[in-house]
């Protein structure tokens, strides 16, 4: 069975040349990215913060219980208790006062040690670091002995009591929780604001880029359409551009926020406690080892899958068009197994994307815990030893938790760049493709197009000498009817293309009003000819609007003129809406008599110097081929118009009759002269006339 056809992976750009290509469309909107930037970089420095302030609470305020009281005048005291003027808001090693209170903690009981000095306050607070051994235990008292000896009595503390002792560590508590939740309710803010900011400078590139592409396509040539499937140009406008979405509206800005993340918490933790920092960091190379092996294979993954998307594309929407045909022969079935075959490899390549992430997630996930639980085993023994606070071990544990998933954040943006990175590269291959039909900076302008025609020895191939047309000469003067006839092959068609300069000829010349095409512009030409082929092509809208496309110098007035001039109006008055009437994709709500008869009213409507039809009524019934033939002539009044026709009935009254072979012009005249030379053209008449007997 025959595979679909895959598009070739396009591997030649490199990062030095797409870089700069892909960030040049946001110098536009680089305020956008600053701003975001900044608001990143403070999001940043909140989470940095937010461990902070939960381990001050807990070293300063909690656990803050054996830190010392100092006795002081009524005016200097936070607390009153017991007659005791007490404060904590002091430096104990450097500020000196009469008497101190101490805090100790044994057995789920607090006690309170009074009018102590401070030799006795620094004993007591040792006996509250080391495990305190009690001499004796009352209802109502504590009694220990410090190193030296010397034994200290203490007084039972109940609820009511702390509430007034600790009122300070209350007070901290509740101020921290303000601060704490003030920083959510900005960093919610910065959040909601940045991602704002970022997404509009990001869907406004989008929007550029997608307009961009759109419009280069309508300057490439008919023969960069002969060779690119359609599905294939509709993925590069769609899927890949909105590839490229995530990368501005999210990746760029966050790669940094990651990566400052990441570094803020490696210097936090260094200043905190160097060893344990050291020991919590030492698998970061296996991180980095694994990372960059989950980049390479991510980006040939992302390729693969952005290729095989497009050939999917192109299949779906060369055999959506091509349905009638299919079903016509019945071969359903096997294209539902050519398309099966497609997804098939759609979907392995899916699947070898996800066994990338499913094995590097829970890679990244075992690593982060892994160093969370040497951190707890090492940190709770300093913890035990004294050499570490708990609120510093939780702003270990909380940091060594967050290290690892901007790592982990960071590696997946670098593979939705490698996504990006892979549909950029596809999309400024599209963008570079050249228009071939190269017009002069300094174009000749006709004032007025009269309508003269002229080959000189024209030799023109499609594909490399495989010449179509063969030293072609001839002159069209204004206003004649020439008519243009041959077997299929003979390059009829190929002679109407040149004249509308949709391909360069190889050799020769191809004169408007003596003028040699290559010196005017090609708007210039086109404007100047109406085209009516064999298959008209409708777009979705309505009547009116398939008439106009798009010209606001067309007004509805014309639209009508036209209509009635070539008998259109003979079907559209009988519609429900008239020329408001919708029309579906391609007009198969309409016969190809209809059609047909629209597309000789846009023709008309541009009112063209130059009428060219292509088999314009091949696929007509006869009674809308005498309605075309009646306005035919109003049509071929006053301008130049060449006709391609297999039936030669409908050529007879041409002024001039070029007979083509094997892309040379064998015989001319008119219908009777031709007749009379008993060559090819008089086998062609007889052996229609014999055909329709």
Not at 310 to 315: P, Q, W
Not at 347 to 356: A, C, G, H
Not at 545 to 574: G, H, K, M, W
């Amino acid at each position: 069975m025959a595979k679909i056809e895959k598009e070739q992976v396009i591997t030649s750009y490199s990062g030095k040349k797409l870089y700069p290509r892909l960030f040049g469309y946001m110098k536009p909107y680089i305020k956008n990215f600053v701003i975001a930037l900044v608001l990143v970089l403070l999001v940043s420095g909140f989470a940095l913060l937010q461990p902070m302030l939960i381990a001050r609470a807990m070293d300063t305020y909690i656990e803050g219980y054996d830190l010392p009281y100092a006795s002081v005048s009524e005016s200097e005291a936070d607390i009153e208790y017991e007659g005791y003027h007490l404060t904590k808001k002091f430096d104990f090693e450097n500020t000196s006062y009469d008497s101190y209170a101490q805090m100790l903690y044994d057995e789920g009981h607090y006690y309170l040690f009074t009018d102590l000095d401070r030799e006795q306050s620094k004993a007591l607070q040792k006996l509250s670091e080391d495990d305190i051994v009690p001499v004796s235990v009352t209802d109502s008292s504590l009694t220990v002995r410090d190193a030296n000896g010397n034994t200290y009595t203490g007084k039972l503390l109940e609820k009511d009591d702390l509430k007034v002792l600790r009122k300070t560590d209350y007070d901290g508590v509740k101020l921290i929780a303000i601060a704490y939740a003030v920083l959510l309710l900005v960093n919610a803010f910065c959040n909601v604001s940045q991602t704002l900011v970022l997404h509009t400078a990001g869907q406004n590139i989008i929007y550029n880029i997608r307009n961009q592409i759109f419009e280069h396509i309508h300057t490439l040539p008919l023969r960069f359409f002969d060779t690119h499937p359609v599905g294939q140009i509709v993925t590069r406008v769609t899927n890949d551009v909105e590839s490229l979405s995530m990368m501005y509206s999210n990746v760029i800005v966050n790669l940094v926020r990651n990566s400052v993340m990441i570094i803020g918490y490696a210097v936090v933790m260094f200043a905190l406690n160097a060893k344990l920092a050291l020991i919590s960091l030492a698998i970061l190379p296996f991180v980095v080892f694994i990372t960059a092996m989950f980049t390479k294979i991510s980006r040939k993954t992302y390729r693969m899958i952005r290729t095989k998307v497009s050939a999917l594309n192109t299949f779906l929407s060369e055999h959506i068009s091509g349905m009638k045909l299919i079903q016509i022969f019945a071969r359903e079935e096997a294209k539902y197994n050519q398309f099966a075959d497609s997804t098939m490899d759609l979907y392995k390549s899916r699947m070898r994307e996800l066994m990338v992430f499913a094995i590097f997630r829970p890679l990244i996930n075992f690593t982060a815990n892994f160093a969370l639980a040497i951190v707890l085993y090492k940190g709770a023994h300093s913890v035990l030893e004294g050499v570490l606070t708990v609120g510093t071990l939780y702003v270990f544990t909380s940091y060594i938790r967050s290290f690892f998933e901007p790592i982990q954040e960071l590696t997946e943006q670098f593979s939705t760049l490698q996504n990006a990175f892979a549909s950029a590269e596809k999309i400024f291959t599209l963008l570079d493709e050249e228009n071939t039909i190269i017009e002069k900076e300094d174009p000749v302008v006709l004032p007025e197009v009269k309508g003269k025609i002229e080959f000189r020895h024209v030799w023109f191939a499609y594909d490399d000498e495989e010449y179509v047309l063969r030293d072609v000469s001839f002159v069209i003067n204004p206003g004649e009817k020439v008519a243009f006839v041959g077997a299929t092959g003979a390059g009829k068609s190929s002679i109407l293309n040149l004249i509308g300069r949709y391909y360069d000829i190889q050799k020769g010349e191809i004169l408007i009003d003596d003028v040699n095409i290559r010196d005017l512009t090609t708007e210039q030409i086109r404007r100047a000819i109406g085209q009516v082929q064999q298959d008209v092509f409708i777009f979705t809208g309505d009547i009116k609007s398939n008439i106009r496309l798009l010209n606001p110098d067309i007004t509805d007035e014309q639209i009508v003129e036209s209509s009635i001039a070539v008998n259109a109006n003979t079907f559209i008055d009988r519609l429900p809406e008239k020329y408001d009437e919708a029309v579906t994709e391609r007009g198969s709500t309409l016969s190809a008599g209809q059609r047909q008869l629209l597309s000789f009213a846009r023709t008309l409507a541009i009112d063209p110097k130059i009428l060219v039809m292509d088999e314009a009524t091949a696929n007509i019934d006869t009674e809308t081929e005498l309605l075309i033939q009646k306005a035919l002539k109003t049509m071929m009044e006053g301008r130049t118009t060449i006709m391609v026709a297999h039936r030669l009935s409908t050529i007879q009254h041409a002024d001039n009759i070029l007979v083509l072979h094997k892309g040379k012009i064998r015989e001319s005249g008119t219908h009777q002269q031709l007749l009379a030379q008993d060559g090819i053209y008089k086998k062609l008449y007889e052996l229609q006339l014999y055909s329709n007997n």
